[in-house]
């Protein structure tokens, strides 16, 4: 019957592919050698201290974002410094599949704790700021793949110290929102919500949540 040679042809498709493309094969085309089973040392052009093996992967590097930062469809990785004051994008290389093009930032008086990739076309990072001993802040910074980067500092945006902010779409406009407590004196009445408005590509003013 038709059913039953459709489901021929079917089963001689699948068989013909993964004869074509065995799991030997995938690995070929990965910077490693395929070994058969076991973890894979990769290195991805991050160069850190080695450690007592002599193998230089993420030790001491410490990751805080990860995300599109030059638009071309590869995630990129956010690195911070010991001090927390000097942030490193780590670029995706998609021909020699490593991370060894970066660019670093000082952000000066700013102690990093966190920083996320905002996709919009002026501004591409925003990184939350914690030295201030009475609230934390947002920095946004442009111009990332340049030497000069353009920084600028939300100051209508006094954060709760300790909050962890929560940057999220909210109204589902595929650009990054943010959620935080405020510095308000009720605890019941302090939660904040910040929309990012594609057209001044900067954070609407706070409303209550």
């Known amino acids: 019957t038709v059913s039953k040679l459709s489901l021929l042809v079917f089963v001689c498709c699948i068989l013909s592919c993964s004869y074509a493309y065995t799991i030997t094969d995938f690995h070929t085309i990965w910077p490693w050698n395929y070994k058969g089973s076991g973890l894979y040392e990769v290195d991805i052009g991050i160069q850190t201290a080695p450690n007592e093996a002599g193998i230089s992967l993420f030790d001491g590097l410490n990751i805080i974002g990860i995300g599109d930062v030059d638009d071309n469809k590869h995630s990129d990785m956010i690195s911070l410094s010991t001090d927390q004051t ?12 490593d991370y060894a093009d970066h660019t670093s930032i000082n952000m000066g008086g700013c102690k990093v704790a966190a920083a996320n990739v905002i996709p919009a076309k002026k501004y591409k ?35 709760q110290k300790g909050s962890q902010p929560l ?11 943010i959620i935080f407590n405020s510095e308000s004196e009720q605890p019941d009445n302090n939660i904040r919500v910040g929309l990012f408005n594609h057209d001044t590509e900067l954070f609407e003013e706070s409303t209550f949540g």
């Open 86 to 97: 000097t942030i490193t994008i780590h670029f995706y290389n998609s021909k020699s599949m």
């Open 125 to 159: 990072l925003a990184v939350l700021c914690t030295e201030n001993p009475a609230y934390e802040y947002i920095k946004l910074i442009s111009d990332v793949g340049l030497e000069e980067q353009k920084i600028i500092t939300l100051s209508f945006y006094k954060l």
């Open 167 to 177: 940057f999220i779409d909210l109204n589902s406009d595929s650009y990054i929102d």
